[in-house]
């Protein structure tokens, strides 16, 4: 059974920073590429962050581009998202993610982790 599961999400203010963690279990986890969703009510998922299986390669919204590091530790099964400089629209449940290299499909998803950034 696969599992992701988030932490480190919670209340900051605006312009602070929040480290979240994703812990993977129950599958190959440097055959997957992982990555960073959030939503909040009424709205659609929408993409924060990516990397591939080996940390090489990122990609980042535009929205976070600058501010937001994703990064990897495969020999710890994890997948990390460093949030700098953090807005008020920030604010989301956020979502850790799998999907097999090469496929164009997140096939595995956490529970979701809330973000809340104050003013």
């Known amino acids: 059974q696969v599992l992701l599961v988030e932490s480190g999400g919670g209340l900051v203010q605006a312009g602070g920073s929040l480290r979240l963690s994703c812990a993977a279990s129950?599958?190959?986890?440097?055959?997957?590429?992982m990555g960073w969703f959030r939503q909040t009510p009424g709205k659609e998922r929408e993409f924060v962050a990516r990397?591939?299986?080996?940390?090489?390669?990122?990609d980042y919204a535009n929205s976070v581009k600058g501010r937001f590091t994703i990064s990897r530790d495969n020999a710890e099964n994890a997948v990390n998202l460093q949030m700098n400089s953090l807005k008020l629209e920030d604010t989301a449940v956020y979502y850790c993610?799998?999907?097999?290299?090469?496929?164009?499909?997140?096939?595995?998803w956490g529970q979701g982790t809330q973000v809340t950034v104050s003013s």
């Open positions: 993610a799998g999907r097999l290299q090469m496929s164009s499909t997140f096939k595995y």
């Open positions: 129950g599958l190959t986890f440097s055959n997957y590429d």
């Open positions: 990397i591939n299986w080996n940390g090489g390669i990122t």
